[in-house]
């Protein structure tokens, strides 16, 4: 289903037209972060694959902490991209340290999954 955007209206009657949304990187899979970067960004796809790792290895998802990409390419990330992580909206714990979650996807957190977290001796399933 498309979402209907309304643009502002301003208070000399103007219409401003509404905000693109930046792209959250962790919608993307690896080919479509490197298309992300090539067509959006005009970057080499490499890039893609320092800032999967500054996210998903290093669990920065701010974008002037990722201290191996330029300042010109940081700038361009904070204007057409975010990183937005599901928020925790339910924890049922159990017992034995299992933990059921609901989580909010989205900027709009209209979009929903259900987890479940297992602990277990040096790692979490």
Request: aromatic fraction near 8%.
């Amino acid at each position: 289903m498309n979402e209907v955007v309304i643009p502002s209206v301003l208070q000399d009657g103007s219409v401003r037209p509404p905000e693109p949304r930046k792209q959250n990187l962790l919608d993307l899979d690896r080919e479509g972060l490197e298309r992300f970067f090539a067509d959006t960004l005009g970057e080499a796809r490499y890039r893609a694959h320092q800032v999967m790792k500054w996210i998903h290895h290093r669990y920065v998802t701010d974008f002037d902490q990722m201290t191996d990409l330029g300042k010109a390419l940081r700038a361009k990330l904070h204007q057409h991209a975010e990183v937005l992580v599901p928020n925790v909206v339910f924890d049922k714990p159990s017992a034995d340290g299992t933990h059921k979650w609901l989580l909010a996807m989205g900027a709009d957190g209209k979009n929903a999954i259900e987890t479940v977290y297992i602990p277990d001796k040096g790692r979490g399933t």
